[in-house]
């Protein structure tokens, strides 16, 4: 949670030495092919570059938008409610089978994630991790095979 996921309402950075570690910790390396979306997505691109991170992308969000590659990890740079998560979800097709869709949902106390779990595996994710913070949430879903989405 750094300058890198920040938006509009919180562009301060919290903890600039707790992006890297949580990166790692999803199975994001700065080798891995990483793709940011989101109104922050230039801050979070300069941030991700200065920090050595070597396969980062501006990936633009919207039906008919072109995507090439596909992406170990995908950042969206600013936070999310319900609807804005939905608009979102048009890049997460480009995250591989295995990489992660990063975002940062916006809460309320006693909110729940039982939506958003269901609109992530409509989408073939499953979430991995959820850090509680004040307001907001910072959601990993991983992309499930299609193996065992079939399933």
Do not use: N
């Not at 999310?80 to 809460?107: D, H, M, N, Y």
């Amino acid at each position: 949670m750094s300058a890198a996921l920040s938006d509009a309402s919180a562009d301060r950075p919290a903890h600039p030495d707790l992006l890297p570690r949580f990166l790692r910790e999803a199975g994001v390396s700065k080798a891995s092919r990483i793709g940011v979306t989101g109104p922050s997505a230039l801050s979070a691109l300069l941030w991700l570059c200065r920090h050595g991170y070597d396969h980062v992308g501006y990936i633009r969000s919207g039906e008919g938008a072109p995507h090439e590659e596909q992406s170990d990890a995908i950042l969206v740079a600013h936070t999310c409610g319900e609807l804005e998560l939905k608009r979102a979800l048009s890049v997460a097709r480009q995250v591989r089978p295995g990489g992660v869709f990063i975002f940062r949902l916006r809460t309320h106390p006693g909110s729940s994630l039982l939506g958003v779990e269901w609109l992530l595996k409509q989408h073939g994710f499953s979430v991995e991790r959820r850090l509680e913070g004040v307001r907001r949430a910072l959601v990993v879903a991983r992309r499930v095979a299609a193996l065992q989405r079939a399933a």
